[in-house]
């Protein structure tokens, strides 16, 4: 019990210190959430049009009754084209949706010569394009083509449509679209916010107090230099939460305008009360452990400017692993993969929004954010008790 009520005046005194400061909180949590929110909502859909795609590989796509015309504009390095009757257009379109085609076109009989009366025509030509906007292969195969027909329509008059309103040709589902677009985003973002947060106010928790003397003073009461620890990473986890959830908040509040319109369908309504609860073990396994190694770097350094020198090291490591989120085709399955302290955590996070989630990679990512946050615990327990580690000048 004595344990317990030393941890909690330890956590007490830690967040009594942080929220007492107003201008602390309004940088550190209030500020990221407004700036971000501002900041995307003013991006637009720039992200959406940068996602990775293999730029050297051919679009595969699938055409019914491809006119001449068009034939000779699809440069034989940039489409590789699949023939299909009329007949097997619904097939076409499950392809499409299973991600083994990146479009499907389909042009009207006698296009050529429909085109070739320049509008005097009793109705005007409907060329229709299929895509699956889960995918970005599949997004970038559509704007080529829309940019081509448009072009090639352009040069002779407004003799064709492509994708006339009233039918949607977006073959993925809502859910599936949400999901690509938040696992594609959110993990890289999440992993940036948590250590900024982390890093915003462990340094001063640690090596600030260090650098005034106060840690000295408190290091000759009777408390235990295991309860001085977990008390201070607990704490400075709470507020490395609420950073994170305030600039998580600014995220989703403008990801609409973040994305452009590309697909006004997305809604975070399509994750369950379970989603949200793996997530947020996910997250606060992730802060323990990133406050846990912050800490023992700050305790390492002798100040403040020290320590947040060497804590950018980690930074640029985490930014690394933050950014693999954007990359592959969904979240590993290998569960050897969630043995990796932080990429773990931005896999599990992967397929918690793509929907992909696996039970036992849930328990391995959280049981072993928390093994390491405990072994760098012990650590800076062991340096607490280290005179040449904590007067070092």
């Known amino acids: 019990m004595n344990t317990n009520r030393n941890i909690w005046t330890i956590m007490k005194k830690e967040l009594s210190r942080f929220f007492g400061d107003r201008r602390i909180v309004i940088s550190t949590i209030l500020l990221p959430g407004l700036l971000i929110y501002i900041m995307y ?16 590989a051919p679009f595969h796509i699938a055409a019914v009754a491809l006119p001449a015309t068009i034939e000779v504009l ?19 379109k499950e392809a499409v949706r299973a991600h083994d085609l990146d479009a499907l076109i389909v ?9 070739a009366l320049m509008g005097m025509a009793d109705s005007t030509p409907q060329v229709e394009i299929y895509y699956n906007a889960s995918d970005s292969e599949s997004l970038s195969a559509y704007a080529a083509l829309t940019e081509l027909l448009d072009g090639y329509e352009a040069s002779l008059a407004n003799v064709f449509d492509v994708n006339a309103p009233g039918t949607d040709y977006n073959l993925a589902s809502d859910r599936d679209a949400t999901g690509f677009v938040f696992s594609s985003m ?106 846990a190694l912050i800490s023992v770097i ?57 929907f992909a989630s696996l039970p036992a990679a849930f328990g391995v990512t959280v049981a072993v954010n ?8 012990y650590a800076l327990t062991r340096m607490f008790s280290s005179e040449r580690v904590m007067f070092r000048r």
């Open 107 to 115: 042009f009207p009989a006698n296009f050529d010569a429909a085109v």
């Open 74 to 92: 699809l440069p034989d390095e940039a489409f590789t084209v699949e023939r299909i009757n009329r007949e097997e257009v619904e097939a076409g």
């Open 186 to 291: 959110l993990p890289m973002l999440l992993m940036i916010f948590l250590f900024s947060g982390c890093m915003s106010v462990a340094p001063e928790a640690i090596a600030g107090e260090k650098e005034r003397g106060t840690l000295a003073t408190i290091l000759v009461t009777p408390t235990r230099r295991g309860e001085l620890a977990i008390g201070k990473i607990l704490a400075v986890s709470i507020v490395a939460l609420l950073s994170a959830a305030s600039s998580t908040a600014g995220t989703l509040l403008s990801l609409p305008k973040l994305m452009g319109g590309v697909d006004e369908s997305m809604s975070a309504a399509y994750y369950t009360a379970g989603d949200y609860a793996a997530l947020a073990a996910v997250i606060f396994s992730t802060a323990l452990l990133l406050v």
């Open 41 to 56: 909502s003013f991006m637009g859909n720039a992200l959406a049009k940068n996602y990775g795609t293999d730029e050297d």
């Open 370 to 377: 928390l093994v390491l946050a405990a072994l760098a615990a």
């Open 298 to 354: 700050s305790a390492y350094a002798k100040t403040i400017k020290e320590a947040q020198t060497t804590v950018s090291a980690l930074m640029v490591v985490v930014m690394i692993i933050a950014v693999t989120s954007m990359f592959g085709s969904g979240a590993k399955t290998q569960l050897a993969y969630y043995c990796i302290p932080l990429y773990n955590s931005v896999q599990m996070m992967v397929g918690i929004f793509s």
